[in-house]
């Protein structure tokens, strides 16, 4: 089972899977209202800083795809649990140096954003690393505190990742700024990845995935409302 390092203090969901039903409902209605199938927009629940006694539930109610900030903290909740079909989602910045460990946990990286990564994460896939599916970060809002690749820079940066490292990449990730619309951003990433030939894009939260689904979001990253809120932790 899961370490006993887990903040026993968080209390799970009164009703995992009908917190879960509710999300799922909301993404097919949204989806149906662009002129989308819901089928076509999958949900992340977005389970960093969460105790495994708010994940079993949502586990057990059929949820598959989590997401996770730091792959030393992923390790130790999910190094023992391999339900069939988990998906695991690295959706915060990964540092070069436990792109190997990143490598052996997550099936999809979502935060590939600077040359010297994608040259590292080349490296271990040719020494015989297991190659995850990745999606470039772009920093919509160009905010010094964020990682991503600037708007203006995509472009480059996906054809370097193709060319010079032989990368996949498959589609777009990105975190709109708190205190704009989102929907903005949103439409600047689905133009990116039109132009690029990459129609997955994982955006939207809590607060916006229905927008985002109007987008054209194939992703959403929902962590609150399926779970309530994250107490503090101290980083690991």
Request: glycine share 8%; proline share 8%.
């Amino acid at each position: 089972m899961v370490s006993a390092t887990h903040d026993a203090a968080h209390a799970a969901p009164i009703d995992a899977a009908g917190a879960l039903r509710r999300i799922r409902d909301r993404i097919a209605a949204a989806a149906v209202a662009a002129g989308r199938e819901p089928a076509d927009v999958s949900l992340t629940a977005v389970s960093k800083q969460q105790p495994w006694e708010a994940i079993e539930p949502v586990l057990t109610a059929g949820q598959r795809v989590f997401g996770e900030n730091r792959v030393q903290e992923a390790a130790a909740r999910w190094s023992d649990q391999n339900p069939p079909g988990l998906e695991l989602r690295l959706i915060g910045p990964l540092q070069t140096n436990k792109v190997r460990a990143a490598l052996d946990l997550f099936d999809v990286i979502e935060t590939l954003d600077r040359e010297r990564l994608a040259e590292r994460l080349a490296h271990e896939v040719q020494r015989g690393a297991r190659a995850p599916r990745l999606y470039v970060q772009v920093n919509t809002g160009e905010e010094p505190q964020k990682a991503g690749v600037a708007p203006l820079e995509a472009d480059a940066f996906l054809a370097r990742c193709r060319g010079d490292y032989g990368l996949a990449v498959e589609g777009l990730m990105c975190i709109p700024p708190e205190a704009e619309p989102p929907g903005p951003h949103f439409a600047l990433l689905a133009k990116i990845g039109a132009r690029n030939g990459l129609s997955r894009l994982s955006m939207g939260m809590s607060a916006d995935f229905e927008v985002a689904i109007r987008h054209g979001a194939t992703s959403v990253r929902v962590g609150s409302a399926l779970f309530g809120p994250r107490a503090a932790h101290p980083s690991p």
